[in-house]
């Protein structure tokens, strides 16, 4: 099972799609087209700020598993959390825009619903990572379960191998350090702009 099925049986996307009055369908293919550059953020975020520990702990301070809950609850949702989600894992607009410009490209649903997509799906992955995270008592904690919502399985090498593999393209996580290929993609070089990063990594998966 994929994410995008786990948000669904989460009534995740249910409630994003009664949020931006779109029909269930819409917002799910939406939401598969926006996640692997969602998921390619965190990913990133993991890579620079010390691995799966770091990345729980700033999941924590974004507002853990409370992210979840604020989507699925019956008050509109907090969007502004969800911008500050999004600032945190692609760093500026400019990403969230061309991300939006991509799967409107891919998908032919209006960029501006899959701008108003992009924080509340970022509010319902960053929160049910925090929770599941939360939830994991030893092992290899919250990338096992990131790797469960994948579908890669728990023990493919923690967040690096298992992200790697499912944006690397379906490579095994030992087959280029624990990335699984994601290293070229990435292309981490410094330059301050993941803008190509990310576009990359969502065609990759896409493709």
Do not use: H
């Not at 609850?73 to 061309?98: A, H, M, W």
């Not at 790797?147 to 191998?161: E, K, M, Q, R, V």
């Amino acid at each position: 099972m994929n994410l995008s099925d786990i948000l669904v049986q989460a009534g995740g996307i249910e409630s994003m799609a009664q949020q931006l009055g779109v029909p269930p369908a819409l917002a799910k293919q939406g939401a598969e087209a926006l996640l692997p550059a969602i998921l390619g953020g965190f990913k990133k975020q993991a890579q620079g700020s010390g691995g799966v520990e770091g990345l729980g702990g700033l999941l924590g301070q974004l507002g853990g598993g409370g992210l979840l809950d604020a989507v699925l609850g019956p008050q509109p949702t907090p969007v502004e959390q969800g911008n500050d989600v999004l600032g945190q894992i692609f760093g500026s607009k400019d990403v969230s825009r061309t991300v939006a410009g991509d799967a409107a490209a891919k998908t032919g649903i209006d960029v501006g619903t899959l701008k108003q997509m992009l924080p509340i799906l970022a509010m319902l992955v960053a929160g049910y990572m925090a929770k599941q995270g939360g939830q994991s008592q030893g092992g290899g904690g919250l990338g096992d379960l990131i790797g469960g919502a994948l579908g890669g399985g728990g023990s493919s090498g923690g967040l690096g191998g298992i992200l790697g593999s499912v944006l690397g393209g379906g490579q095994t996580s030992g087959t280029s350090g624990g990335l699984g290929g994601l290293g070229s993609l990435l292309d981490l070089d410094g330059d301050g702009n993941p803008l190509d990063d990310i576009i990359g990594m969502a065609g990759k998966l896409r493709g």
